[in-house]
């Protein structure tokens, strides 16, 4: 099993396919990026309002 | 009729399934470990896939899209068999976790039916010469698509919660139809889209030197899929449950 380019131009370049395997491998891992930050991120607005829930209910005029 | 509820302990992981308490908390376990090898297995297959593999006779070094084209289109078919059972579950059973977790594979799903139209029309410019064919393998996956959207529409179409689970619930139920017709797509059409590269039945229809590096992205893709799976049902647990005691213990927990 050998590495198939001579070096990080031809890697880049695939012999004129290099726009279309780039562009497909680049936007896939967008999209799977996102898939991992968007709950994440829901996770973390979730708790937020729960927080301020609480927060609400233990002090529930908002005096300091 | 203390037997009654006693008598069956092997239904217990069925209810403890059915707690997103459980699940939440379980699946926190899991995940750390989960996500470790979902990242390994997609970083040695890429690498593999796009710089090692040697390169296809015909189609160049196009043909390194198959080790996204392929796994993607794996999982947002797995991922509908996912949420249609899951969408049977709830209608049956009436278990929140399970609408929980329909609503969640409907994100995912049409996020990776996207990609495996994008690569595919990707790798159809230099392959097939367009970007774009009417074919029968492509239109269903296209069907796919709108499914998975419509799935989610109808969680937001109606007022009610549960109005809004069982309606996604039938609709994924209905568009099960879909599946058989894409599988079959490539052998009862004559279409342009090559036949499937692989088959339980059958060897694959590739050198292994290609084919390795596809099965391990496949493989990466399903722990990747669950991981997703897990993360997007455990924000939907926070949202629904959030006035529940056990989220507001585990919000106060974090501020700590």
Known sequence: MNFQFENLQQLLAMDGHGPFVWTAVLVSLAVMLWLIIKPLADSEAAQKDVARDIARATNPNGEA | ?256
């Open chain 2, 1 to 256: 009729m203390n037997w009654l509820t006693n008598w069956s302990p092997s239904w217990q992981w069925f209810h403890r399934l059915g707690s997103p308490r459980w699940f939440y908390q379980t699946t926190g376990r899991w995940l750390p470990w989960l996500s470790l090898l979902a990242l390994a297995l997609l970083s040695t297959g890429l690498v593999w896939g796009l710089g090692f593999a040697p390169q296809d006779a015909k189609q160049g070094n196009s043909f390194r899209i198959i080790y996204l084209h392929v796994p993607a289109s794996f999982l947002a078919l797995a991922g509908y068999y996912i949420m249609a059972i899951a969408g049977a579950i709830g209608l049956i059973w009436k278990m929140k976790l399970s609408y929980m977790v329909m609503k969640s594979a409907a994100p995912i799903g049409a996020a990776l039916t996207f990609l495996a139209l994008f690569t595919g029309a990707i790798w159809g410019k230099p392959t097939w010469g367009t970007y774009w064919v009417w074919d029968a393998r492509v239109t269903s996956m296209l069907i796919l698509l709108f499914l998975y959207l419509g799935v989610l529409a109808l969680q937001y179409a109606f007022h009610s919660n549960e109005a809004g689970n069982r309606a996604s619930a039938i609709l994924a139920l209905v568009g099960t139809v879909n599946i058989p017709i894409i599988y079959k797509s490539v052998d009862w059409w004559y279409t342009l889209h090559q036949p499937a590269t692989i088959k339980l039945t059958s060897a694959p229809s590739m050198h292994s030197d290609m084919f390795q590096p596809l099965l391990v992205m496949i493989l990466g893709f399903y722990c990747f899929y669950t991981v997703a799976l897990f993360l997007f049902t455990r924000a939907e647990i926070l949202r629904r449950e959030r006035k529940s005691t056990w989220v507001k213990e585990l919000v106060i927990g974090a501020q700590h």
